[in-house]
T-cell receptor, first 115, second 112 residues
Framework: NAGVTQTPKFRVLKTGQSMTLLCAQD?????MYWYRQDPGMGLRLIHY???????AKGEVPDGYNVSRLKKQNFLLGLESAAPSQTSVYFC??????????????FGPGTRLTVT | RKEVEQDPGPFNVPEGATVAFNCTYS??????FFWYRQDCRKEPKLLMS???SGNEDGRFTAQLNRASQYISLLIRDSKLSDSATYLC?????????????FGQGTELSVKP
């Protein structure tokens, strides 16, 4: 049982390049989330999904797109990377809407640098 | 004003010390409260939920004060392994879709 995995672990992009981050979970969770973490800012929600085929915007969605074609996977895309998107990206999943009954489980993170 | 604000760190304490972290939240409609722990360059992990009546888990005690909108975490008899960043997390009210809102974290360093 791997939990939540993220691919890749590290990436360096040039400004304007595109890439896709993959998140996979094997816990049959309905809810999946993408966060970014910057120094002094805490984690901020980018996009989330409440089930296969659905996505919704979080706090900082601009410059990102997501897709949830399969229940176990949640993809985060950067169409034209900018230096402001240099960050650590965490994916998370939960069985239901986060609360006392539904802990969010996080992946190990992807460290992205945009030069 | 940030929705969730934590004590600025870092906290440097000797082994065996008692240390307390505070966190304030701005939305009175917030539903649920948690403390997460994040080790250096790793993912956050749930440390404990925070209940209205206060709750304890071994050396860790969490308190919630809804009237003053703050949450606290007390660590007794600090161990070297407690060194980490502690994140205060609040679940927003219904108008925020029940999403997790994170504080910026408070770093704790426990020294021998």
């Amino acid at each position: 049982n791997a939990g939540v995995t993220q691919t890749p672990k590290f990436r360096v992009l040039k400004t304007g390049q595109s890439m896709t981050l993959l998140c996979a979970q094997d816990m049959n969770h309905e809810y999946m989330y993408w966060y970014r973490q910057d120094p002094g800012m805490g984690l901020r929600l980018i996009h989330y999904s409440v089930g296969e085929g659905t996505t919704a915007k979080g706090e900082v969605p601009d410059g990102y797109n997501v897709s949830r074609l399969k229940k176990q996977n949640f993809l985060l895309g950067l169409e034209s990377a900018a230096p402001s998107q240099t960050s650590v990206y965490f994916c998370a999943s939960s069985a239901g809407l986060a609360g006392y009954l539904y802990e969010q489980y996080f992946g190990p993170g992807t460290r992205l640098t945009v030069t | 004003r940030k929705e969730v604000e934590q004590d600025p760190g870092p906290f440097n304490v000797p082994e065996g010390a008692t240390v307390a972290f505070n966190c304030t939240y701005s939305n009175s409609a917030s539903q649920s409260f948690f403390w997460y722990r994040q080790d250096c360059r790793k993912e956050p992990k749930l440390l404990m939920s925070v209940y209205s009546s206060g709750n304890e888990d071994g050396r860790f005690t969490a308190q919630l004060n809804r009237a003053s909108q703050y949450i606290s975490l007390l660590i007794r008899d600090s161990k070297l392994s407690d060194s980490a960043t502690y994140l205060c997390v609040v679940i927003g009210g219904h108008n925020q879709g029940g999403k997790l809102i994170f504080g910026q974290g408070t770093e704790l360093s426990v020294k021998p």
